[in-house]
T-cell receptor, first 114, second 114 residues
Framework: EAGVAQSPRYKIIEKRQSVAFWCNPISGHATLYWYQQILGQGPKLLIQ????????DSQLPKDRFSAERLKGVDSTLKIQPAKLEDSAVYLC????????????FGSGTQLSVL | DQQVKQNSPSLSVQEGRISILNCDYT??????FLWYKKYPAEGPTFLIS?????DKNEDGRFTVFLNKSAKHLSLHIVPSQPGDSAVYFCAARILNTNAGKSTFGDGTTLTVKP
């Protein structure tokens, strides 16, 4: 069974530029999460989708971050414009549904904003 | 306000000895707890979990203990092996609400010396 796929693995941009990350969850998983992990900290939830609907985006900085999961399968997270403090690993995770007990994570995208 | 805390950023143990990783939480509504393991450049992977109706769950070399009155859980690894060297994240959730959202601690880096 294929795991959660993310791309790119690494991205280096300058502040004020835009960047996009892509995630393809495990086949059949209805719930998709985007987490931000800053160095030395644990993953922090940015947004959660159930199929193509947003369940929780309370921690998403909506003035610069956006995410979509149009067909209820893969998802894109965008930052525009990026700030220095956005440097982090962006992790995508999926679970069978909202009652799924554990998360399956991708390898993440490491973003450096210079 | 950090609801899940791992107060030890790092732990070093000798191969064959016991590793004990600790986690404290503040939200009494949490009813399900998980441990994830993370190797460098990879996403976290699920290790073991425990429901609040139990006080112990065991899986091979890994045992998780839950003390609800103290709002404390611990992960025991016996015997520790060099391959166990990784970052361990404690996570907590409210199973039937919060739409499955998991709240993570900041992690403990375990080093097992041969």
């Amino acid at each position: 069974e294929a795991g959660v796929a993310q791309s790119p693995r690494y991205k280096i941009i300058e502040k004020r530029q835009s960047v996009a990350f892509w995630c393809n969850p495990i086949s059949g998983h209805a719930t998709l999460y985007w987490y931000q992990q800053i160095l030395g900290q644990g993953p922090k939830l940015l947004i959660q989708f159930q199929n193509n609907g947003v369940v929780d985006d309370s921690q998403l900085p909506k003035d610069r971050f956006s995410a979509e999961r149009l067909k209820g399968v893969d998802s894109t997270l965008k930052i525009q414009p990026a700030k220095l403090e956005d440097s982090a690993v962006y992790l995508c995770a999926s679970s069978l549904d909202m009652t799924g007990e554990k998360l399956f994570f991708g390898s993440g995208t490491q973003l450096s904003v210079l | 306000d950090q609801q899940v805390k791992q107060n030890s950023p790092s732990l070093s143990v000798q191969e064959g000895r016991i590793s004990i990783l600790n986690c404290d939480y503040t939200n009494s509504m949490f009813d399900y707890f998980l441990w994830y393991k993370k190797y460098p450049a990879e996403g976290p992977t699920f290790l073991i979990s425990i429901s609040s109706i139990k006080d112990k769950n065991e899986d091979g070399r890994f045992t998780v203990f839950l003390n609800k009155s103290a709002k404390h859980l611990s992960l025991h690894i016996v015997p520790s092996q060099p391959g166990d060297s990784a970052v361990y994240f404690c996570a907590a959730r409210i199973l039937n609400t919060n739409a499955g959202k998991s709240t993570f601690g900041d992690g403990t880096t375990l080093t097992v010396k041969p």
